[in-house]
């Protein structure tokens, strides 16, 4: 099992283009989420699916847009990115709610 | 508002000392809690919950619903404990519920 992959490992922008983010997982797990991580502020949840088709809004969803057409992807997009985005991002599965696998993070640089 | 808290970036304790980090929370029903730890070059991964009241690595977390705390405890830490732990808080909030990580403490055991 490679467990939960995300792609790309690092990216640069520059503000105002876009890219999405990939989350692939291999467990079968419902549960899928995007979360960044910033220097002082922890893990802070953007958005997160509970199953395929379904998606909702996290504690700082603004400026980013996800989708969950197959079970096992969960794609995180940057319409227009600004040097706010920069930051590291996980993806995370579970088949329950607190028991979240992680991915091995995305750093995005937006300059 | 739910909440979690906690209070100290870093923690540095020599080896064989005991080690205790710091959790408080703010949830206005029944809480259920978490410890994840991220070791260095290793992904976020859960160490323990409270429901379960079993010790992992040494490691033993009790719920205290009258000081709102979880404080995750060893008696005698060791060198491969340093990482960083993230206390987390059951939200049901939502339509399904999520994770709500506090700050993050690093650990740091000096030989």
């Known amino acids: 099992n490679a467990g939960v992959t995300q792609t790309p490992k690092f990216r640069v922008l520059k503000t105002g283009q876009s890219m999405t983010l990939l989350c692939a997982q291999d467990?079968?797990?419902?549960?899928m989420y995007w979360y960044r991580q910033d220097p002082g502020m922890g893990l802070r949840l953007i958005h997160y699916s509970v199953g395929e088709g379904t998606t909702a809004k996290g504690e700082v969803p603004d400026g980013y847009n996800v989708s969950r057409l197959k079970k096992q992807n969960f794609l995180l997009g940057l319409e227009s990115a600004a040097p706010s985005q920069t930051s590291v991002y996980f993806c995370a599965s579970g088949r329950w709610v607190y028991e979240q696998y992680f991915g091995p993070g995305t750093r995005l640089t937006v300059t | 508002a739910q909440r979690v808290t906690q209070p100290e970036k870093l923690l540095s304790v020599f080896k064989g000392a005991p080690v205790e980090l710091k959790c408080n929370y703010s949830?206005?029903?029944?809480?259920?809690l978490f410890w994840y730890v991220q070791y260095s070059r290793q992904r976020l991964q859960l160490l323990l919950r409270h429901i379960s009241r079993e010790s992992i690595k040494g490691f033993t977390a009790d719920l205290n619903k009258g000081e709102t705390s979880f404080h995750l405890k060893k008696p005698f830490a060791q060198e491969e404990d340093s990482a960083m732990y993230y206390c987390a808080l059951m939200n049901y909030g939502g339509s399904q519920g999520n994770l709500i990580f506090g700050k993050g403490t690093k650990l740091s055991v000096k030989p």
């Open positions: 949830y206005s029903g029944s809480p259920e």
């Open positions: 467990m079968n797990h419902e549960y």
